[in-house]
């Protein structure tokens, strides 16, 4: 099978740690051993990653040399060579010797009149107390929102149209490369004679990861964070997780809009235009949540016998010979 794994920003940095280099490493380490077992067994694997987090601090650092301050594209290709350099040296060290792995940064068209420009609202970097975050606001010219129980630096997220690189991820995926790519991507647009330039934006990873997976044909679109399922009434006594689940039915609910509501637009909007399957959990649970043994498997007809997923989970993780 044909899987796309995107990894969230909020997993790669867990459970609020610090964005540092070793707790990234640790983390990605983890995410590395669980998606291992996928690739020994034959499956063509592409690997997404979040940059929230990452580019905000970047940002930052940039901030702090006013005179050559390097636009948000310029950052999130910074981000995505950071991040895409640790997957892939872990992957290299839970693999076989020999193991096809590449990091490929990743262009990403989005259309220069996007309303998300005059309305930003995609959360980067660190949380801040209220009053810091609008001095900062002040002082720099953010824009600043809620975020969960702090405040956050927002920038504009336009809607992906067209990951530039798919063809050479798909040559590469059908050459038994396993891809680390996109992480919402560095956003461009194109000029009135063709040519691209960037723009000053973060492309949601979720959105861009689904375009992505429709654009490689995938067989599965699955998004790894740092909640084992989609849960409703979340924060209550009575919260419950939902463990599989249509399109139609997730319409009727509603999920936190910064973190989890945009995974399960993209993964209805994956299932509703491919008639294929997706899946929201943490990363350990990988493999179990193709199998339909964890996380949230959406789907136009998600039940599947228990005793069934199973077998396929057997299936999934027995090394098949290389094609």
């Given at each position: ?277 997706a899946g929201i959990g943490t990363i350990k649970d990988a493999g179990a949540i193709i199998a339909g043994l964890a996380g949230t498997v959406i789907a136009i007809n998600p039940e599947r016998p228990y005793g069934q997923a199973r077998q396929q989970a057997r299936t999934l993780l027995r090394p098949q010979t290389p094609r």
């Amino acid at each position: 099978m044909r899987i796309v794994f995107a990894l969230g920003g909020s997993a790669v940095s867990r459970g609020g740690t610090a964005v540092r280099p070793s707790n990234q490493r640790h983390n990605i380490t983890i995410a590395a051993e669980a998606l291992a077992p996928l690739c020994l067994a034959g499956h063509e694997v592409v690997i997404t990653h979040g940059n929230g987090p990452q580019v905000g601090l970047l940002a930052l650092q940039a901030a702090a040399t006013p005179d050559t301050p390097y636009p948000l594209d310029v950052l999130n290709a910074q981000n995505a060579g950071m991040i895409g350099y640790l997957i892939e040296q872990q992957m290299k060290n839970v693999l076989p010797c020999g193991a096809l792995i590449a990091a490929l940064l990743t262009q990403v068209r989005v259309d220069r009149d996007d309303p998300a420009f005059r309305r930003p609202a995609k959360p980067v970097g660190p949380i801040y107390a209220e009053n810091e975050a609008r001095l900062l606001a002040a002082e720099r010219g953010w824009r600043v929102a809620r975020d969960g129980k702090g405040w956050r630096r927002v920038v504009a997220s336009p809607a992906p149209l067209e990951i530039l690189e798919a063809r050479i991820i798909e040559m590469l995926v059908e050459r038994n490369v396993v891809v680390i790519c996109t992480g919402g991507g560095m956003p461009v647009v194109e000029l009135e004679d063709g040519s691209l330039t960037g723009i000053e934006a973060v492309v949601d990873k979720d959105s861009a990861s689904g375009l992505l997976a429709r654009q490689l044909g995938a067989d599965w679109l699955v998004m790894l964070t740092d909640v084992d399922a989609l849960y409703l009434d979340w924060g209550t006594e009575s919260a419950r997780a939902l463990r599989h689940a249509t399109p139609g039915e997730l319409a009727g609910y509603r999920f936190a809009k910064g973190s989890i509501a945009p995974k399960v637009l993209a993964a209805c909007d994956f299932v509703n235009e491919t008639g294929k399957r997706a899946g929201i959990g943490t990363i350990k649970d990988a493999g179990a949540i193709i199998a339909g043994l964890a996380g949230t498997v959406i789907a136009i007809n998600p039940e599947r016998p228990y005793g069934q997923a199973r077998q396929q989970a057997r299936t999934l993780l027995r090394p098949q010979t290389p094609r």
